[in-house]
């Protein structure tokens, strides 16, 4: 705060130069003037709510932890690399989607189980413009925390597919590219491309011309934003200039990090819409980079509400680098072959190991009165159980965050077979104030969560 004129900075206060608006993270300035000194007013609590998916669900006996629920359980092979936030996790068993089963609906179990994650509602079989699915939990929540954020909601995704028509049995391709939906007919882009990501976040807008040109250069994106830098340390104290120096570092490191990404790829034409060029060809460090971008996202206040796609559904990814070279498909489809159940477990819990990165990187992020992690609620999971079997039964879910004081970790919460996902979707929109009567064919809150 400034101490002479007692004036507090704004919540909204931005670093602005010629091409950019870089959103400032919660400083001591920002508590509201005429507070006692800063540091000692309490400050305002910001929820943020994150999903992210995993493609081809998990080996369930090697994630699920056994016993009947409780503090005391065992972590289990796929939980194991969140081991250091036990304490802040709440692993959920016995949640089913039947709002996606149809005894009449045959092949696509892929698409159906992807399609309808968040909404619970079975999407329209259809490879024309006519697709229809369900309005997901997440765009419920942006409803709400996205009213006072420049972006509304934040999609990501490793992979992108822009073909048309059918991918799976009938069904257009739009609901595997899609975890969330606007509205029961709208859904929403995830974004691949870590430089249009970052244009996104810290640019102020300008032609795709302007930006590609701007792509070209070595200048950061901080350069032109330096004058704001310097007038803003002016007015801050050493403890608020520590953390805008620090915040400030980590966007120059994502920076530098597309900007090594596009040298390597300086052979490849420019960016298209099927094959831009600031995608790294390392599938970890693709995920790190948009892991570290969405961090960003939230300790700036850019958005409140995200969702993540690690891979679409179907994904034929290998992973030589953790001894996978069998595409994660059809490994999937273990069939209790003893080495595929192996090669997919590793999968699984390569996965969570670079989620693990994310809840790491938030859990030392000072934020308010606490850090990111204590502000935000994540969830990780699958739209189906076992992939061998295709069924959107006992789905594997993991919470992660403080949700502001809303979630309580260190527990496995099992409940009675079935209950319906969409209880638990409910229960999430509680903890961020968004209240809703009923999802699909959620039947009542999980009020013990």
């Excluded at 300086?266 to 298209?272: D, R, S």
């Amino acid at each position: 705060m400034n101490f002479v004129t007692k004036k507090a900075l704004s919540r909204r206060e931005a670093l602005r130069g010629m091409g950019a608006m870089v959103a400032l993270p919660f400083l001591d300035s920002m508590v509201p003037a005429m507070t006692p000194l800063a540091g000692t007013a309490a400050a305002p609590v910001i929820p943020r709510l994150g999903f992210v998916y995993a493609p081809n669900g998990m080996f369930l006996p090697n994630f699920h932890p056994a016993g009947e629920g409780g503090s005391g359980y065992a972590m289990t092979p796929i939980l194991s690399p969140l081991e250091a936030y036990r304490e802040q996790m709440v692993v959920v068993t016995g949640l089913s989607n039947r709002g996606i089963v149809s005894p009449n609906e045959g092949g696509g179990v892929h698409t159906r189980a992807h399609g309808g994650w968040l909404s619970g509602v079975l999407p329209k079989r259809t490879e024309g413009a006519d697709i229809e699915a369900g309005k997901t939990v997440d765009q419920y929540a942006a409803d709400v925390l996205g009213a006072e954020t420049s972006l509304r909601s934040l999609e990501l995704t490793t992979e992108s597919n822009f073909s048309v028509g059918n991918c799976e049995n009938g069904y257009s391709c739009t609901y595997q590219n899609s975890t969330s939906w606007r509205t029961p007919t709208q859904p929403l882009p995830h974004e691949r491309d870590p430089r249009v990501v970052f244009q996104r976040l810290f640019g102020d807008g300008g032609s795709v011309e302007a930006r590609l040109a701007q792509m070209q250069t070595d200048r950061s994106i901080l350069d032109s934003v330096m004058e704001s830098i310097n007038q803003l340390e002016r007015r801050l104290g050493q403890s608020d200039r520590d953390v805008v120096e620090e915040y400030l570092d980590a966007v120059r490191d994502v920076e530098r990090r597309i900007q090594r990404t596009e040298e390597n790829s300086a052979t490849t034409p420019l960016p298209t819409a099927n094959q831009p060029a600031g995608v790294p060809d390392a599938y970890d460090a693709h995920v790190e980079m948009l892991f570290d971008m969405l961090a960003l996202a939230y300790q700036a206040d850019v958005t409140r509400v995200s969702c993540f796609q690690m891979a679409r559904e179907l994904s034929g990814r290998t992973y030589p680098g953790i001894g996978v070279p069998e595409a994660h498909h059809s490994v999937s489809h273990h069939q209790l072959n003893p080495h595929n159940i192996e090669q997919y477990t590793k999968i699984n819990v390569h996965h969570v190991t670079l989620f693990s990165k994310l809840i790491e990187r938030m859990a030392n992020t000072p934020d308010g009165d606490g850090t990111l992690l204590d502000h935000t609620i994540m969830l990780y999971g699958t739209g189906m159980g076992d992939g061998d079997h295709h069924t959107p039964y006992n789905l594997p879910v993991i919470l992660v965050g403080g949700g502001c004081g809303r979630l309580a970790g260190g527990r496995h919460m099992k409940y009675e077979m079935d209950t319906p996902f969409m209880n638990l979707g409910l229960t999430l929109l509680d903890k961020v104030d968004v209240n809703l009567d009923r999802i699909s064919d959620s039947t009542g809150r999980l009020t013990d969560l």
